[in-house]
Nanobody, 126 residues
Framework: QVQLVESGGGSVQAGGSLRLSCAASRSTYDTCRYMGWFRQAPGKEREGVAA????????YYADSVKGRFTISQDHAKNTLYLQMNSLKPEDSAIYYC??????????????????WGQGTQVTVSS
């Protein structure tokens, strides 16, 4: 059974940090070679934030978060992380974890992923 559960969201002031976690079921973690983080702010489309090709370790980032966010994995815990530093008000959104056995398109396109978590809210105040 595919299961992705996000946690770690919250409210912080601009310049602060948060670490999001995405706990995956063992079967998901073993079969999905791509995992990523997306976000969606009110009235906006869901956008890709970061992704990792788990087999090779390649990582991908949106230009808006490069140098501030880091995606990482803990294989022993079947968990994907997103470390977010130097947060800005425009980073406020619901953050979603996503997974795919193989990407159906580009890493930053939501339709490329088959499995999704329920989302966790991140609010950054100025």
């Amino acid at each position: 059974q595919v299961q992705l559960v996000e946690s770690g969201g919250g409210s912080v002031q601009a310049g602060g940090s948060l670490r999001l976690s995405c706990a995956a079921s063992r079967s998901t973690y073993d079969t999905c070679r791509y995992m990523g983080w997306f976000r969606q702010a009110p009235g906006k489309e869901r956008e890709g934030v970061a992704a990792v090709y788990r087999s090779g370790g390649s990582t991908y980032y949106a230009d808006s978060v490069k140098g501030r966010f880091t995606i990482s994995q803990d294989h022993a815990k079947n968990t994907l992380y997103l470390q977010m530093n130097s947060l800005k008000p425009e980073d406020s959104a619901i953050y979603y974890c996503a997974a795919a056995v193989d990407l159906g398109g580009s890493w930053y396109v939501p339709g490329s992923y088959k499995y999704w978590g329920q989302g966790t809210q991140v609010t950054v105040s100025s």
